[in-house]
C-alpha cells in the first residue's frame, strides 16, 4: 500500500515486504492549462521539465540528468524524455515524465539525488491545473508497487514561482532514504535550481 507522504516526513525506501528497493522511478504528472474565451475554452500546453541532480558528501555537483542530458555517467539515472505539454485532455493517471533511478549502480562517490521541476516557458505554478511526484519499483512502462506519493496541486505556496525541489534521496549509514520537499523557489532555470540545493537542502 503506497504511502501518501507530507513535506517534511522522510522515509526509508523499504518494499512492503521488508526487502530494500534498488531500482526506483520517480514519475512526474502535470496538465496543461485550460484557458476559458469568448469562443470556449483553449488549451495553453505547459512544459514543465523534470530534472535530478547527484550530489557527493561534500555537496559537490557530481551529475545532472535533465531534458538535455537524459542519462548519468553511470548509467545508474535515466530520463524518460523532455515532455512539452502536459495532459492536455485532463488528468490521466500517466506521468509525463519519469526518471529512472538504479540505486545500486550509482557512482560510490553520491550521497544525494535532488529532483526537481522548472517551467520552461515561466508559467506560474498556481495556474497549472496538476502537478504530483510517485516513487514505484519498476520501470517508465510497468509499475510493480507504488511505494510513495505527493501531491502538490492547489498549494497556494506555490503561486508566483517557476520552479520547485520535489525531494530529494540521501544515504545514510550506507542506507537511502527520501524527504520530500515540496517547496518553491525563486530559480529560473536548470542550472540555478542545482545551486539553490547545494546551497540549502543538503
Not at 504530483?132 to 498549494?155: H, L, Q
Given at each position: 500500500?503506497?504511502?501518501?507522504?507530507?513535506?517534511?516526513?522522510?522515509?526509508?525506501l523499504?518494499?512492503?515486504?521488508?526487502s530494500k528497493?534498488?531500482?526506483v522511478?520517480?514519475?512526474?504528472?502535470?496538465?496543461?492549462?485550460?484557458?476559458?474565451?469568448?469562443?470556449?475554452?483553449?488549451?495553453?500546453?505547459?512544459?514543465?521539465?523534470g530534472s535530478?541532480?547527484?550530489?557527493?558528501?561534500?555537496?559537490q555537483?557530481?551529475?545532472?540528468?535533465?531534458?538535455?542530458?537524459?542519462?548519468?555517467?553511470?548509467?545508474?539515472?535515466?530520463?524518460?524524455g523532455?515532455?512539452?505539454?502536459?495532459?492536455?485532455?485532463?488528468?490521466?493517471?500517466?506521468?509525463?515524465?519519469?526518471?529512472?533511478?538504479?540505486?545500486s549502480?550509482l557512482?560510490p562517490?553520491?550521497?544525494?539525488?535532488?529532483?526537481?521541476?522548472?517551467?520552461?516557458?515561466?508559467?506560474?505554478?498556481?495556474?497549472?491545473?496538476?502537478?504530483?511526484?510517485?516513487?514505484?519499483?519498476?520501470?517508465?512502462?510497468r509499475?510493480?508497487?507504488?511505494?510513495?506519493t505527493y501531491?502538490?496541486a492547489g498549494?497556494?505556496?506555490?503561486?508566483?514561482?517557476?520552479?520547485?525541489?520535489?525531494?530529494?534521496?540521501?544515504?545514510?549509514?550506507?542506507?537511502?532514504?527520501?524527504?520530500?520537499?515540496?517547496?518553491?523557489?525563486?530559480?529560473r532555470?536548470?542550472?540555478?535550481?542545482?545551486?539553490?540545493?547545494?546551497?540549502?537542502y543538503?
Amino acid at each position: 500500500m503506497a504511502i501518501n507522504l507530507q513535506k517534511g516526513q522522510r522515509i526509508s525506501l523499504e518494499k512492503s515486504n521488508g526487502s530494500k528497493l534498488q531500482q526506483v522511478c520517480v514519475g512526474i504528472n502535470w496538465g496543461a492549462i485550460q484557458k476559458k474565451g469568448l469562443f470556449g475554452t483553449k488549451k495553453e500546453a505547459v512544459d514543465l521539465d523534470g530534472s535530478c541532480a547527484l550530489f557527493n558528501e561534500n555537496k559537490q555537483v557530481v551529475d545532472v540528468v535533465y531534458f538535455r542530458n537524459l542519462r548519468s555517467r553511470d548509467h545508474a539515472v535515466v530520463h524518460s524524455g523532455d515532455d512539452l505539454t502536459g495532459d492536455l485532455n485532463g488528468d490521466d493517471g500517466l506521468d509525463n515524465e519519469v526518471i529512472s533511478v538504479d540505486l545500486s549502480r550509482l557512482d560510490p562517490s553520491v550521497t544525494s539525488v535532488a529532483f526537481f521541476l522548472n517551467s520552461f516557458q515561466g508559467h506560474d505554478f498556481a495556474i497549472v491545473p496538476f502537478a504530483s511526484i510517485r516513487i514505484y519499483e519498476g520501470t517508465p512502462s510497468r509499475v510493480n508497487e507504488v511505494f510513495a506519493t505527493y501531491n502538490i496541486a492547489g498549494d497556494t505556496n506555490f503561486a508566483g514561482h517557476v520552479t520547485m525541489v520535489m525531494g530529494i534521496f540521501y544515504k545514510r549509514n550506507g542506507e537511502w532514504k527520501f524527504n520530500p520537499i515540496g517547496e518553491p523557489t525563486r530559480d529560473r532555470d536548470v542550472e540555478q535550481t542545482v545551486k539553490t540545493i547545494q546551497n540549502g537542502y543538503l
